[in-house]
């Protein structure tokens, strides 16, 4: 099944989020203020150490959750070296602005 080039809703400022969401390649951005959400897959090519931080973590559900763009359900929720970051389990992983700059320095 082929997915929309554009798809879903910035979780934080509800503008649309733009970018590749394929099977080789899943990763949006939001033009509104800068957040991303990237895919499992992609994050791992990418940065691979954070993605194994993920991975080892089990997360609470917060209080206010962040609705995965793409599914819609709640995000949970995990610090990563005192950065909070949100995921979607199926999807992917959402990061505010240059917070993925900020995670992958410190890893
Ligand atoms: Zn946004
Ligand atoms: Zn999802």
Redesign the pocket.
């Known amino acids: 099944m082929p997915y929309r080039d554009g798809t879903g809703i910035?979780p934080?400022?509800?503008?649309p989020l733009h970018g590749p969401w394929s099977e080789s390649e899943k990763r949006l951005q939001?033009a509104?203020?800068?957040?991303r959400f990237v895919g499992y897959g992609s994050l791992a090519r990418s940065h691979p150490r954070l993605s194994q931080q993920l991975g080892i973590s089990p997360a609470p559900l917060p209080q206010t959750p962040l609705a995965c763009p793409h599914c819609n359900l709640p995000m949970r929720a995990l610090s990563v070296t005192r950065i909070t970051i949100d995921f979607c389990a199926a999807h992917g992983v959402w990061f505010d602005t240059h917070e993925l700059e900020r995670l992958a320095g410190k890893l």
């Open positions: 910035c934080r400022c509800g503008a939001c509104g203020c800068g957040g």
